[in-house]
């Protein structure tokens, strides 16, 4: 049996897991959807930030403190068993190959401003850039996750951080100059309280909810991490500080300066900065950002690559997943999974061929995942609240506060949030084309397949699975 401690143990410190966490869910990418709901983004923000960010960020930090071992699998394994843990760490890992794909058609759409901007509704150059990236950031992920984190802490800085910090500072400047204003700032209660009887402010809601999933996915590094009780708690409320801030204000840069009606939900990010860069005179530097942005969703991929597959590994390890899914290199990389992965995401990209408006595929693929993803997080605040009655004597470096009754009301938020994002993820995209019933009868079918198959490999198991640790 072979040892699979990695050569990259112990390496990873508070910064590098900070922008690793942040590149988990930080992008530009949601900013275009934020910016179609207007004012409306304030509120959204706030309900997002108390229903979402505030109750992942402290149940993940509580279960990744007391169970530092790659995340959501043993913390609903701890609660429910193995069989629910193997299903919760096995949707964890399809929601990331939905999302995944959805970043890397992003990738595509901000690359095309570096050289034609029409190249971004093309669906062959959309696939031709899912195919390379992900391939080519698979191929790098073979090295380990020290390689990993040094390409996602140089992603996140110069591809997202950089690239937002120009978009704020020139809408800025834009706005306190005194030029024409696409938001409506008007401080009324139709500006700023969005209507839950409109589904579309709910479909677009879901992509505030979209731009922080992933905080808890870091936890997968938790045997990497210097001082996991101490460091996880900072990286984790830095990571989701840093996030909220950049994102609203980007929100609200594009929706000042472009028309509601004007925002492609792809690109229109890149179309603001094309704005602000006509502006000012500055298009020449519309190519080098398209890059830098492209960089930074690139960064953000390399690092969701890895994450999931850790925690699918450890359930694999438990004896749930055949030998040949086991298989590591020399740095400890289950490269089997890595490769089967990339398959799957090649084959989804195909989808961009089948569906004819890319923006329409871009939105399925976010509600394939928000579906997917909101199931998980059900299951991982129920064993937050369980875990704290059935092991209240492990230690935990960080505890939710309040008791009980402080876990019950954090876990509950985050549940009951969670519960509502999945049956909001059942109503159809704005211009989707699809009828109600088609659309839902689509995201059913999806789930109940996903579901499925973890629950037909745990049935069909063997004892051996979990006996030898297979090596390549």
Not at 123 to 149: C, D, E, H, M, P
Not at 250 to 267: C, F, H, K, R
Not at 400 to 423: E, R
Not at 438 to 457: K, N
Request: charged share 10%; proline share 4%.
């Amino acid at each position: 049996m072979r040892n699979q401690r990695t050569k990259s143990e112990h390496q990873i410190g508070a910064l590098a897991l900070t922008l690793t966490t942040a590149a988990l869910f930080m992008t530009l990418r949601n900013m275009p959807m934020m910016a179609e709901t207007g004012m409306k983004m304030i509120l959204f923000n706030l309900i997002t930030i108390f229903a979402y960010l505030i109750p992942v960020a402290l149940v993940s930090a509580e279960l990744a403190t007391g169970w530092p071992k790659n995340g959501v699998y043993h913390w609903v394994e701890e609660a429910f068993g193995t069989r629910m843990g193997f299903i919760a760490v096995w949707m964890q890992w399809v929601q990331s190959i939905f999302g995944i794909t959805s970043i890397l058609a992003y990738i595509a759409a901000s690359l095309a401003y570096a050289f034609d901007p029409e190249l971004g509704t093309n669906k062959y150059f959309i696939i031709f850039i899912i195919l390379s990236v992900y391939w080519s950031a698979t191929l790098v992920n073979f090295r380990g996750s020290k390689g990993s984190g040094i390409i996602s802490s140089v992603a996140v800085s110069a591809g997202v951080l950089l690239p937002s910090v120009i978009l704020i500072a020139l809408g800025t400047i834009y706005v306190s100059s005194g030029n024409e204003l696409h938001l409506d700032t008007a401080l009324t209660a139709k500006n700023l309280v969005p209507s839950v009887w409109e589904t579309g402010n709910l479909v677009l809601f879901l992509s505030f909810i979209f731009g922080f999933v992933g905080v808890e996915v870091s936890a997968s590094h938790a045997r990497e991490v210097k001082n996991i009780r101490r460091v996880y708690p900072i990286a984790i409320f830095s990571a989701a500080g840093i996030g909220f801030i950049t994102t609203l204000l980007g929100g609200l840069t594009v929706a000042s300066v472009l028309p509601a009606g004007s925002i492609d939900q792809i690109n229109g990010a890149m179309q603001a900065f094309s704005a602000l860069l006509t502006h000012f005179k500055l298009l020449w530097f519309l190519p080098i950002i398209a890059v830098l942005v492209a960089l930074g969703a690139a960064g953000q991929v390399s690092t969701w690559i890895v994450g999931p597959v850790k925690g699918l590994f450890a359930a694999g390890q438990a004896g749930n997943l055949p030998l040949w899914a086991q298989k590591v290199n020399q740095q400890g990389v289950p490269t089997n999974l890595l490769v089967l992965q990339a398959v799957l995401i090649s084959l989804i990209a195909m989808f961009f061929i089948v569906v004819e408006d890319v923006n329409t595929a871009f939105l399925i693929l976010t509600s394939a995942a928000v579906l997917i993803y909101s199931l998980m997080y059900i299951l991982m605040y129920a064993a937050a609240i369980r875990l704290r009655y059935t092991h209240p004597e492990v230690e935990r470096a960080y505890r939710v506060p309040g008791g009980k009754k402080g876990m019950w009301l954090v876990a509950g938020t985050g549940l009951v949030a969670s519960a509502a994002c999945f049956a909001i993820g059942f109503i159809p995209p704005l211009h989707s084309g699809f009828a109600i019933e088609t659309f839902e009868l689509l995201m059913v079918a999806g789930l109940a397949i996903v579901v499925a198959v973890p629950v037909l490999i745990f049935s069909i198991r063997r004892p051996f699975w979990s006996l030898t640790k297979a090596t390549s």
